[in-house]
């Protein structure tokens, strides 16, 4: 099983650990009370995808993330609109379909990375130093 470390590279808490594997059941939960199993089973998948970079290893996925920068861009999207995807869903789920819950999830997801972008793209020129 995959073990979650601190900033220093120690293991973290099992209190922490258990944390961090848990919550995202409860996007998938949301999703899956508005809209049906196949759905939560989506934004759960969607959201446990997140941590791909991190079982694959820190510095090589942070270093790939800056020579394909298009790519990152539209992770960056992805993960953002997993996210702001269940706040639709779970505020006008019962009046909205799952495709405008969906278009304002990616919309709110475009445009959080659109304003974020420019200061991910100095903090990497930073550290390229």
Known sequence: MFVFKDAAGEPMSVPKQVFLWAWPLLPGAIAWARFGTTWGLLEGTAVYSWWLATIFGRAGAASWLRRHLIT??????????????VLPALLLG???SVWWCWALG???GVT?????????RRFWARLDG
């Open 112 to 120: 959080v990375t659109a304003l974020l972008w420019p200061a991910q």
């Open 94 to 96: 019962t009046v909205l």
């Open 72 to 85: 990152t861009f539209v992770l960056f999207v992805f993960v953002f609109a997993t996210l702001f995807f």
């Open 106 to 108: 990616l919309s709110a």
